[in-house]
Each structure stands twice: as structure tokens, then as C-alpha cells.
């Protein structure tokens, strides 16, 4: 197989770890639509895949995984690596299968692709045995061909318009489906002509400029927030992009509270979320007809008023650095079009809450496995995507170091990428959860190595941020120095 992609044009791309390598090729999926492709070896290389292959799956990131196996009509070998890892897949993907003949190659390639990329889109694990791959055929490959959506069922679009007309107090909610379709224009007319509030759920950030004036906030977490403030005063709630695998941005009261489904699939009925009334198919089209239907309507309540948090006003100077201050700092260094790939911490919350995302892929997270360890490979996937973006890599130390072995994958491709580490020298979320149950301390603390150092010792720039300098001019200046930069910014959580 590698022989044959030496000899395409198939780009490939050698990591140092295959889950970092299946955390690009989900990354590489979620910001194109097309499935990315992984290739690992047969036994240890494919159960590496494991995380990688869940992140995408709960994600919604279309991805192929291609494992190779032992021969299985012949071996010499007994059960050398061998591990049954199309059942281990199984629940972690959306289709696992071994190809038992070179005849059917064609057929499951072709059905792996359409799983992955069709909705809702996921992970794909195909197992090629060494004497499949070394049999011919002449079976030529199939043709993809791709499918548009149905049309939304214009009576429901009524009985929803009827419904937000009736309604005391209406709020949009936009989840982390939304921002897989192109549904931004179709989004901004149904918003302003409406005049309706929206907040966004973690993954649905950056969906529209969140300097919309119709913008209330972000949801970090699933109360306690003065984002909830609205989403508790109202009585409808127009749910666009939900999916069960995201964390709630609140906890509906059905008594009072009504949620209209928009999506392209079903909604999952869980205690938390239970439609009143769901518009299935083409969201861009379910959009347009809403606005249609809802051309002379005017908004009941205006109420909710402005919630968001202001990023700009926080940049006070204590040290070490307080993650507000960085949001903010964030907030005025990086370009409007740039690209900010978060690893999973505390500070997550705080750029959900206060940084202003301005297109859709402004931010990117996780808030769905919310695994640690993706920060760096998702921006490097995201620097292949986008090469004439700036190009951030925001990790805690715990994170980066569960996949720090790819800033080697960076420098040997020669990206211009900025990677900013917040240290603390803890696994700081256990450490606040402890701390909010009334714990001590305890097995969240270890020593780091120099970071200044590891980045050089990879061919990298390496910087740490002292006492009273100005984090904003730093990340400016590193954003636009060639190839690859590491910034270690010692945090305080407290």
C-alpha cells in the first residue's frame, strides 16, 4: 500500500503516534467535509487508533481508519499481533469491516467513504489482511457520487412558525451540527429578520461573528452562567445543529419550556432534550422557508438583553497570568480569519465564554469526548487546511504533552504555526474539581521539562513569557515569525 501512494497523488503524511495522526485526519474531515484518512499497521498501531477514532465519531468528523492484519487464509506466525480490532471498532465507529477478497475492495472503500461523510458523519475502520492486499483484481474502483438532503416537510415549517408566533419569549440555540453545513447566509437572514436572541452552544461558537447584535453568549457549561440568565426566561427554545454527544448548554423545563428541532436527522430523546416539534432535511432550506413563513413577524420580547462577556476589559497584569488575561490577550493578537486549536483544560471555559469568534472555524474544540492530547495534531491538520491562515495551537501542559512528539511532524513540514502552552504544572481541571468537593490535592501535580528547550531540541523557536511583559505583543510577534514557535505562559487557575 505504501508502495502504491508513493506513486499517487495522494498527499501522505508521516506522525509520530497514529493517535495524532487520527486526530488530524478527523480534523482535516471536520474542516472540509471529506473524510480524512488514516494508515497504521496491523495490532499496537491500530488500537492506537482507539481515541482518535471516538473523537470523530462523537465529534461528527468524517474519517476512513485503514489497519493492516496477519494473512488469513495462511500464517506462519500463530497470533503475533494479532488483535480482532474490527470488533474492538465496532463501538467507537459508525462501519467497521476486514476485507476478505480483492473482489470486494471497491464495494467497502466506496461504502467507508459514504458512511463516514453522510449524515450524521463519523469514524470508518476498514481491516486489509496482508494476502488481500498482494491479490489482484480486476474490478475498477467505484464512482462517488454524493446526495442532497430532502426538503424540510412544509407543514411541520408552519406548525413551527405558528408555534415561535404564539411564543412569550423565543431563543436560538446553535449546537455543534451547524457549523458542518453552509448555512451562514440563510442563518444571518433568519436572525436579523426575526430580530431573535442566539446563543451557541462550545461547538457551535463562531457559527456567526459574535459581534452580532443579536448575540447573547456562549455556553461553557450547563447552568450557573449569566448566559443562562436568558435561556431560563424564555419559553421556546429553536434548537438548529443539535446532537446528543455534546454537553448540554442547559436543562430545559418541559413544562414550560418548548424546543423546535432543526437538524438533518432525528433529535435523540434523552431526560434533558425532548422536542415539541422537529423540522428534519436540508437546514439551509429549512432556514429560508422559515424566514419566508415568518416574514411579518415581529419579536415578542426583547428582554433577554446583552449577556456577553467582554474579553477586552480583563487584561490586568498579575503573573503568573490569569487565563482571562489570555483570553484577552488572544482576542487582540490573532487575525479575525485565523485558526485557534484548542487541547481540553480549564482554560477552555474561558475562551468559550469570553473570546469573540468571528468565522466558523475561529475555535476549535472539543466538547464532545473532550479528550486531552488534540490541541497540536488539529493545528497542524488545520495549517494544511488553511496555509495562508495564522495558525494557533492553545494546550495546557498536561495536554501537550500526550502528543508533544508532533511538533517534529510540524518542523519537518516546515509549517509556520504558533503553539502556546499554559503551564501550571498540573492536570488543572481535576485539580478545581477537587478543590470544588472539598478535596486536597492529590495526583494532579508533575514536573514539566523545559519547554524552551524541547521546542529547540525539534527544530522549533522556543519562548517563555516573564514577568511583565505584554502577552498580547508577544503572541503578535510570534504569529508571523517562520516555521514553527512554542510560547510557554505560566498560568494560575486560582
Known amino acids: 500500500m505504501l508502495e502504491s501512494l508513493r506513486n499517487s497523488s495522494i498527499q501522505f503524511i ?9 486526530f488530524m485526519a478527523a480534523t482535516y474531515g471536520r474542516l472540509t467535509g471529506l473524510a480524512g484518512v488514516v494508515l497504521t499497521t496491523l495490532g499496537p498501531g491500530a488500537t492506537n487508533l482507539a481515541t482518535g477514532l471516538t473523537y470523530a465519531t462523537l465529534g461528527g468528523f468524517p474519517l476512513v481508519a485503514i489497519t493492516g492484519q496477519k494473512p488469513i487464509k495462511q500464517t506462519k506466525q500463530g497470533k503475533f499481533q494479532q488483535v480482532n480490532i474490527v470488533q474492538l471498532a465496532e463501538p467507537i465507529t459508525k462501519m467497521s469491516r476486514r476485507i476478505e477478497s480483492a473482489e470486494k475492495i471497491p464495494v467497502l472503500v466506496s461504502r467507508a467513504f459514504r458512511h463516514a461523510e453522510q449524515e450524521r458523519p463519523g469514524a470508518v475502520l476498514l481491516e486489509i489482511p496482508e494476502d488481500i492486499a498482494r491479490e489482484n483484481t480486476g474490478i475498477a474502483p467505484l464512482s462517488r457520487n454524493r446526495f442532497p438532503l430532502p426538503n424540510p416537510n412544509p407543514s411541520l415549517i408552519k406548525k413551527a412558525s405558528e408555534l415561535i408566533r404564539s411564543s ?39 457559527i456567526l461573528p459574535e459581534t452580532n447584535q443579536y448575540y447573547l453568549g456562549t455556553t461553557a457549561l450547563t447552568d450557573g452562567e449569566r448566559v443562562h440568565d436568558a435561556l431560563k426566561a424564555a419559553d421556546t427554545f429553536i434548537v438548529i445543529g443539535h446532537t446528543i454527544f455534546e454537553k448540554s448548554p442547559c436543562i430545559p423545563n418541559h413544562a414550560t419550556q418548548k424546543i423546535i428541532h432543526i437538524n438533518t436527522t432525528p433529535g435523540e430523546v434523552s431526560h434533558i432534550y425532548q422536542p415539541s416539534l422537529e ?3 436540508d ?4 432556514l429560508r422557508e422559515l424566514t419566508s413563513v415568518l ?4 419579536l415578542n420580547s426583547s428582554s433577554f438583553g446583552s449577556l456577553v462577556n467582554n474579553a477586552d476589559n480583563v487584561m490586568n497584569a498579575s503573573f503568573p497570568l490569569r487565563q482571562e488575561h489570555i483570553v484577552a490577550a488572544l482576542q487582540k493578537a490573532v487575525p479575525k480569519d485565523a485558526v485557534i486549536a484548542l487541547d481540553n483544560g480549564l482554560y477552555k471555559l474561558a475562551v468559550t465564554s469570553n473570546f469573540r469568534a468571528m468565522w466558523r472555524h475561529h475555535i476549535l474544540l472539543d466538547n464532545t469526548l473532550a479528550t486531552m492530547g488534540a490541541g497540536l495534531p488539529s493545528a497542524i491538520a488545520a495549517k494544511l487546511v488553511y496555509p495562508d491562515r495564522r495558525v494557533v495551537a492553545l494546550c495546557g501542559d498536561g495536554g501537550f ?5 508532533e511538533l517534529e511532524t510540524a518542523t519537518r ?12 504544572n498540573a492536570f488543572g481541571m481535576i485539580r478545581e474539581k477537587q478543590k470544588q468537593m472539598g478535596f486536597d490535592d492529590f495526583g494532579v501535580t508533575y514536573q514539566n521539562p523545559d519547554f524552551v528547550k524541547l521546542a529547540e531540541s525539534y527544530g522549533a523557536k522556543g519562548y517563555r513569557i516573564n514577568e511583565g511583559e505584554n502577552l498580547a505583543d508577544t503572541i503578535a510577534k510570534f504569529l508571523y515569525e517562520p516555521g514553527v514557535s512554542l510560547v510557554e505562559v505560566p498560568v494560575t487557575y486560582s
Open 14 to 22: 508521516t506522525t509520530r503516534h497514529e493517535q495524532a495522526a487520527a
Open 168 to 206: 412569550r419569549a423565543q431563543i436560538i440555540i446553535i449546537g455543534a451540527d451547524a457549523k458542518r453545513w453552509d448555512i451562514e447566509n440563510e442563518l444571518s437572514e433568519f436572525i436579523n429578520q426575526t430580530r431573535l436572541p442566539f446563543v451557541t452552544t462550545q461547538l457551535g461558537k463562531g
Open 279 to 281: 423540522i428534519v432535511g
Open 283 to 286: 437546514v439551509a432550506e429549512s
Open 295 to 298: 416574514k411579518n413577524f415581529t
Open 401 to 405: 504533552m500526550m502528543n508533544s512528539q
Open 413 to 424: 513540514l516546515k509549517l509556520q504555526l504558533l503553539v502556546i502552552i499554559l503551564n501550571d
